[in-house]
Nanobody, 114 residues
Framework: VQLVESGGGLVQPGGTLSLSCAAS????????MGWYRQAPGQQRELVAA???????TYAESVKGRFTISRDSAKNTVYLQMSSLEPEDTAVYHCNALILSQLYWGQGTHVTVSS
C-alpha cells in the first residue's frame, strides 16, 4: 500500500488549504484512513479520521475548522482546512489501517505564518 500526500504549503493565518492523500488501492479496503500531524519537538497527533462506514473523528483543536472527506473513484482522502492558525503548522501525514496493519505516507508540510 502506498499513500502519497500533496497540497501542503505556506498560508497566512485565517487562510485555507486542502490536503490530498492518494492511495495505491481501493480505499474501501481500509478499515479507516486518517490525517495526523507532527509539529517540531512534539509527538504525532491525530487530526481527523474516517472509517469505512463514513464515520468521522476530529481532534478538539480542529473541530469546526477542518473537514475530512473521501472520493472512492479517485482512491483519495482529503483534509480541507480553514481558519488556519500558526499552531496548525506541522508535517501532515496520511495513514491507512487494514486490520492491524498501519500504512503511512511521507508527509506534507503546512506552515501557517504571516
Amino acid at each position: 500500500v502506498q499513500l502519497v500526500e500533496s497540497g501542503g504549503g505556506l498560508v497566512q493565518p485565517g487562510g485555507t488549504l486542502s490536503l490530498s492523500c492518494a492511495a495505491s488501492e481501493n480505499i474501501f479496503n481500509f478499515n479507516a484512513m486518517g490525517w495526523y500531524r507532527q509539529a517540531p519537538g512534539q509527538q504525532r497527533e491525530l487530526v481527523a479520521a474516517i472509517n469505512v462506514g463514513g464515520t468521522t473523528t476530529y481532534a478538539e483543536s480542529v473541530k469546526g475548522r477542518f473537514t475530512i472527506s473521501r472520493d472512492s473513484a479517485k482512491n483519495t482522502v482529503y483534509l480541507q482546512m480553514s481558519s488556519l492558525e500558526p499552531e496548525d503548522t506541522a508535517v501532515y501525514h496520511c495513514n491507512a489501517l487494514i486490520l492491524s496493519q498501519l500504512y503511512w505516507g511521507q508527509g506534507t508540510h503546512v506552515t501557517v505564518s504571516s
